[in-house]
Nanobody
Framework: QVQLVESGGGLVQAGGSLRLSCAAS????????MAWFRQAPGKEREFVAA????????NYADSVRGRFTISRENTKNLMYLQMNSLKPEDTAVYYC??????????????????WGQGTQVTVSS
């Protein structure tokens, strides 16, 4: 059973940067595809970025492509989301999620079966 813990959220001005981390408590982290989602107040949870078990395939939401970078370190059981050029509309609770590895990255929340508790990101204008 995977356990996920996010960290790195906070308050930042528009145009600034943050790096989120997701620590996984699992025996073999490389058995899992990983993803970041976010949920703003009153809105549904939305896909942000995904990375394959080996780190060789990534996928991004159009709204963050070119500004955010997803990565992972399998030897440390860590996943990251580097967020640059942040905008007020990026304000949300950010969640990391995992699922057993497959042949393609998934963008739907329903495809992931384990979630972290979330970390708040607030971007002021």
């Amino acid at each position: 059973q995977v356990q996920l813990v996010e960290s790195g959220g906070g308050l930042v001005q528009a145009g600034g940067s943050l790096r989120l981390s997701c620590a996984a408590s699992v025996r073999t982290f490389s058995n899992y595809d990983m993803a970041w989602f976010r949920q703003a107040p009153g809105k549904e949870r939305e896909f942000v970025a995904a990375i394959s078990w080996g780190g060789d395939r990534t996928n991004y939401a159009d709204s963050v492509r070119g500004r955010f970078t997803i990565s992972r370190e399998n030897t440390k059981n860590l996943m990251y989301l580097q967020m640059n050029s942040l905008k007020p509309e990026d304000t949300a609770v950010y969640y990391c999620a995992s699922r057993l590895r497959t042949v393609k990255t998934g963008t739907s929340p329903q495809l992931y079966d384990t979630w972290g508790q979330g970390t708040q990101v607030t971007v002021s204008s």
